[in-house]
Nanobody, 122 residues
Framework: QVQLVESGGGLVQAGGSLRLSCAAS????????MAWYRQAPGKQRERVAT???????NYADSAKGRFAISRDNAKNTVFLQMNSLKPEDTAVYYC????????????????WGQGTQVTVSS
């Protein structure tokens, strides 16, 4: 089966930086788009950034100019570099990926990680 495991969250002061990582493991033939989402207390989960298999990126307005998403296809890993962090960036950050588990099926399944907490103090 497929697992996504995030790491890199923590507590940081406003203006600081964090780098999140998400590694996919298990039965993986190929990975299409990968993304980061976040969910703050009492709010809906929202998309932060997306990266395609061809490294085309897309960002939520709140992340533009401060966050950068990248991926290492050889390691099935996606990263989120977060700079100039603000208290409103405080949330649980989740990794998401569309993964084709087998060469014998053309179906891509959608997977979520367990989340990593990011807390930005003012």
């Amino acid at each position: 089966q497929v697992q996504l495991v995030e790491s890199g969250g923590g507590l940081v002061q406003a203006g600081g930086s964090l780098r999140l990582s998400c590694a996919a493991s298990g039965s993986i033939f190929s990975i299409a788009a990968m993304a980061w989402y976040r969910q703050a207390p009492g709010k809906q989960r929202e998309r932060v950034a997306t990266i395609t298999s061809g490294n085309t990126t897309n960002y939520a307005d709140s992340a533009k100019g401060r966050f950068a998403i990248s991926r290492d296809n050889a390691k099935n890993t996606v990263f989120l570099q977060m700079n100039s962090l603000k208290p409103e960036d405080t949330a649980v950050y989740y990794c998401n990926a569309n993964i084709r588990p087998s060469q014998y099926s053309a179906v891509f399944d959608n997977y979520w990680g367990q989340g990593t907490q990011v807390t930005v103090s003012s």
